[in-house]
């Protein structure tokens, strides 16, 4: 090797493509947790929704 190669520096081909593996599968646990905490705001919020409805019926039926 001469100087000129031995200068230079950088990523090689296999360490760029472990790291896009390494982000390909932290993106796909993170795609699943987010996923699951959609649902779960989904789930509460139509909680919310029912026992509001629930409640003014109570107070209609008490006010008629």
Avoid: H, P, W
Wanted: glycine content about 4%; hydrophobic content about 50%.
């Amino acid at each position: 090797m001469n100087k000129s190669q031995q200068d230079q520096r950088g990523f090689t081909l296999i360490e760029v493509m472990i790291i896009v593996c390494i982000v390909g599968i932290l993106t796909s646990i993170a795609t699943v947790q987010f996923s699951e905490y959609i649902k779960k705001g989904a789930d509460k919020s139509a909680q919310a929704d029912a026992r509001l409805l629930l409640l003014n019926a109570v107070a209609a039926s008490f006010t008629d």
